[in-house]
Nanobody, 113 residues
Framework: QVQLVESGGGLVQPGGSLRLSCAAS????????VGWYRRPPGKEREWVAR?????RTNYADSVKGRFTMSRDNAKVYLQMNSLKPEDTAVYYC?????????WGQGTQVTVSS
């Protein structure tokens, strides 16, 4: 059974940083493109960033220059710097694995003073 698990969320002040991690059980993430998405309170889920198997990254305009996505053999990461209150959301990692769209349970990020 393939499962994605996010970690690293929490409460941080504006201007602070967090690093989210996404790991997979039942397979290796190194074989797949992986995306990060987020759902702000009361809003629809939105795409944040994506990393290809080869390491190429793309970012939503709202996070470009502040967020950095990376990967190693086991996990995918989202380094979030200069956090703003509008970054508050539940963050999810996503990958299309074995013909299914896989999502983790999400990790809460709250940016507040």
């Amino acid at each position: 059974q393939v499962q994605l698990v996010e970690s690293g969320g929490g409460l941080v002040q504006p201007g602070g940083s967090l690093r989210l991690s996404c790991a997979a059980s039942g397979t290796s993430l190194s074989m797949y493109d992986v995306g990060w998405y987020r759902r702000p309170p009361g809003k629809e889920r939105e795409w944040v960033a994506r990393v290809s198997v080869g390491g190429r990254t793309n970012y939503a305009d709202s996070v470009k220059g502040r967020f950095t996505m990376s990967r190693d053999n086991a996990k995918v990461y989202l380094q979030m710097n200069s956090l703003k209150p509008e970054d508050t959301a539940v963050y999810y990692c996503n990958a299309y694995i074995r013909r299914s769209d896989r999502w983790g349970q999400g990790t809460q990020v709250t940016v507040s003073s």
